[in-house]
């Protein structure tokens, strides 16, 4: 099972809307995927609960589950949502579970401020210090080539964490998170843009796992 880490401790930083679109995107490719939702606000199993029958399906790790066996469900994969507030302890072993880790982040100051303390922290861990655990950042809610975006991108650039993609702020995403879906369950007509956006991301979730079909 391959285990990606969705992390950021700010609240309303995109974590849940990374993680159901990833968790999405693998479904779509039909890989056998699970959300872990760790959030006690339970957006992403909520989520999953809107989402309908007919869509690519996505199974849900939950604390009884997690007690158990999750590896019991034969997964291929695993998103792990995160709750805000991620730190101590408990980031130090969610990093230990995780195969790959992405951190979504808002051009906000504030966002950026609580950000830089977590990155710093990540950046510590021994995993990634000896280069075994790929952490990416995705700049959400941010058109490339605006002011916003070049100051994220030059906070980014001040880790050793690469800007993996920049997904722009759309009712597309507000609109997947309210019917249980992700963009790739859309039609092409209302998706094409944000499909282009994630490529790259897909890309580099790709190049240390293999997925059918990419
Ligand atoms: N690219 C985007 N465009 C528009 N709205 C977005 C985008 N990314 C996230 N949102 C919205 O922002 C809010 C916070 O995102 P969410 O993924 O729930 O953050 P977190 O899980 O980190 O708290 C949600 O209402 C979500 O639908
Ligand atoms: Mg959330």
Redesign the pocket.
């Known amino acids: 099972m391959h285990t990606i880490l969705i992390a950021?401790p700010k609240?309303?930083?995109?974590?849940?809307?990374?993680a159901t679109n990833v968790a999405g995107w693998l479904a779509g490719k039909r890989q056998r995927v699970a959300i872990d939702d760790r959030d006690p606000q339970q957006?992403s199993t909520q989520w999953l609960e809107r989402r309908p029958a007919l869509f690519p399906a996505i199974g849900l790790i939950d604390a009884d589950l997690r007690r158990k066996d999750a590896k019991a469900l034969d997964l291929a994969w695993r998103v792990i949502d995160s709750p805000?507030g991620l730190h101590g302890d408990e980031l130090r072993e969610s990093l230990k579970s995780a195969d790959q880790v992405l951190v979504?982040l808002t051009p906000s100051a504030y966002d950026m401020a609580a950000t830089q303390r977590f990155l710093g922290v990540v950046a510590e861990a021994k995993s990634v210090k000896q280069g075994n655990l790929p952490v990416g950042v995705v700049a959400?809610?941010v058109d490339a080539r605006t002011q916003s975006a070049v100051e994220l991108d030059d906070f980014v650039a001040s880790f050793d964490f690469p800007l993996i993609a920049h997904?722009?702020?759309?009712?597309v995403?507000?609109h997947c998170?309210r019917d249980g879906a992700s963009v790739f369950d859309l039609p092409r007509s209302r998706a094409e843009a944000d499909w282009e956006q994630w490529k790259p991301l897909t890309r580099w979730i790709a190049k240390h796992a293999p997925v059918r079909g990419v």
């Open positions: 950021n609240g309303g930083s995109g974590k849940t809307t990374l957006s805000a979504p959400m809610r997904l722009r702020q759309t009712q995403y507000v998170a």
